[in-house]
């Protein structure tokens, strides 16, 4: 007894699947740039670390490496207390910095930014039925 290929598993005999096939075997084979090198830190004379003339004191977040330790950069560089310490989605510091100790941060080599701290604003978000 001779059994028929399935047509909606055989790639020959199905014309809309052949494609779709097709354009995952391509993607499979395209490569893709390591993720590690999106997430590497800035080299010390990048933006990240260009503030304004005028900024010289006031309240920073430091955004730290992945695998920093905001407490041991802390004190590394003088800073005695934050307002904020993150550990969790990205690692860092909010703290009001002087200008020694922003220097000493910015120099850091686990230090990828510092900036001017600053309030997010969202989007109002609509009410509409639950997904």
């Known amino acids: 007894m001779r059994v ?3 047509p909606v598993l055989s790639p020959v005999l199905n014309p809309v699947l052949s494609p779709v096939l097709a354009a995952v075997a391509v993607l499979l084979l395209v490569p893709v740039p390591a993720a590690s090198a999106a997430f590497a830190a800035p080299a010390p004379d990048t933006a990240s ?9 006031g309240r920073f977040m430091v955004t730290l490496a ?3 330790d905001p407490y041991a950069v802390m004190q590394e560089t003088g800073v005695a207390a934050a307002h904020f310490v993150y550990r969790s ?3 860092g510091f909010v ?3 002087d200008e020694r100790q922003l220097a000493a941060v910015g120099a850091h080599p686990a230090v990828t930014a510092v ?7 969202g989007l ?3 009410d509409g039925p639950a997904v």
């Not at 670390?49 to 004191?57: G, I």
């Open 49 to 57: 670390y260009r503030l304004a003339e005028s900024v010289s004191v």
């Open 95 to 97: 703290a009001d910095l």
């Open 4 to 6: 028929s290929p399935n």
């Open 89 to 91: 989605a990205v690692r």
């Open 66 to 68: 992945p695998d920093a």
């Open 115 to 121: 900036e001017p701290d600053g309030t997010a604003v």
């Open 124 to 126: 109002p978000v609509e």
